[in-house]
């Protein structure tokens, strides 16, 4: 489906909205396209700001895939991007479900072959005062099972010196769960074993039994741990060949974002908008050579958060 049509002094630019993925037509028709760069989560917030980032930044010929659930919050987006310089395309994606993200990166190789930039960044909101119990499944649905589809489905097409990113948080670090539960998420070899973890621990707050068993009360927390858990998992798997080839696997941390939802669980006096928090990741994306010591690791991109800007946040 058609979404837009910009002319103006330079040749037309044409953006598309698709409402579903067909991995037998909707072939690209430009083929001078470089660059393909797909933010998840992209309607809203950082997301949108990652989104408005590349597409500022990339050239003419290259596509920013603009993700999100909401078929009329894609579109919107879309609209407000599509005076800027790169191509800006919409899809509704639903990260939490698995075929849904099998369909996308199926379409996205027979269009391109490949992807160069992806921020994985999709978020299941939690209100204050909710029932952990009862939003866990679509919390975790979410925010991890969607992390390590698209973990599965993307990491194979990036290519050389490309960038694949999930947005997490320091909370993401062990040392942010009590040291009893630190063999939870240790030792994982492969992506099903972090889910079987991520899975266990939901099945504990859905019967109402994690607080007896030492688990912190704010869910974001061990799902956090289980985002980068994944992409330790996975880094460990590729780590000599994408070094080779100048890929850069690894999860982030923004530092605090001022939100209408962070505002609900956080004083954001002094924090920062999204605008402003997205510059460092995307100058991470888009410079020329990564550093191979955050291969795989938790990169702290939030300035004024603990520790040294762009380090290692530790696992434990």
């Not at 044409?14 to 072939?27: L, R």
């Not at 395309?89 to 199926?106: K, P």
């Not at 670090?173 to 998420?185: C, I, M, N, Q, T």
Request: with cysteine; net charge neutral; hydrophobic share 45%.
């Amino acid at each position: 489906m058609l979404a837009g049509l910009n002319t103006g002094r330079r040749a037309v630019k044409v953006v598309y909205y698709y409402q579903h993925i067909d991995n037998n037509n909707m072939i690209d028709i430009l083929g001078r396209m470089t660059k393909i760069s797909i933010v998840t989560g992209a309607t809203r917030n950082l997301g949108f700001s990652l989104a408005q980032g590349l597409a500022r930044r990339l050239d003419e010929d290259d596509v920013v895939y603009l993700t999100g659930r909401d078929s009329g919050r894609v579109a919107r987006s879309v609209r407000l991007l599509s005076g800027h310089r790169a191509n800006v395309r919409g899809e509704v994606l639903d990260v939490s479900d698995r075929e849904a993200v099998e369909r996308f990166a199926g379409a996205i190789a027979d269009r391109h072959g490949g992807v160069d930039i992806v921020f994985s960044n999709h978020y299941a909101r939690v209100q204050p005062g909710e029932n952990p119990a009862e939003v866990i499944d679509g919390y975790v649905a979410a925010n991890n099972l969607g992390t390590t589809h698209i973990l599965r489905n993307f990491a194979p097409l990036i290519r050389d010196n490309g960038r694949l990113l999930v947005v997490a948080s320091r909370a993401g670090s062990l040392r942010a769960l009590a040291p009893a539960l630190h063999g939870r998420f240790e030792n994982l070899q492969t992506l099903d074993d972090v889910d079987r973890a991520v899975c266990a621990w939901r099945d504990i707050v859905r019967q109402g039994l994690a607080a007896g068993q030492a688990w912190p009360e704010w869910i974001n927390i061990p799902s956090k741990i289980g985002q980068v858990a994944a992409v330790r998992v996975l880094a460990q798997q590729r780590r000599a060949e994408d070094l080779r080839r100048g890929i850069l696997i690894a999860a982030i941390s923004p530092g605090l974002i001022d939100t209408g939802a962070s505002r609900q669980w956080l004083d954001m006096t002094g924090a920062p908008p999204p605008d402003e928090v997205a510059i460092p990741l995307l100058d991470l994306a888009l410079e020329a050579a990564c550093d191979a010591a955050f291969y795989g690791g938790l990169i702290n991109l939030g300035r004024g958060e603990p520790g040294r800007f762009r380090t290692l946040v530790p696992w434990i």
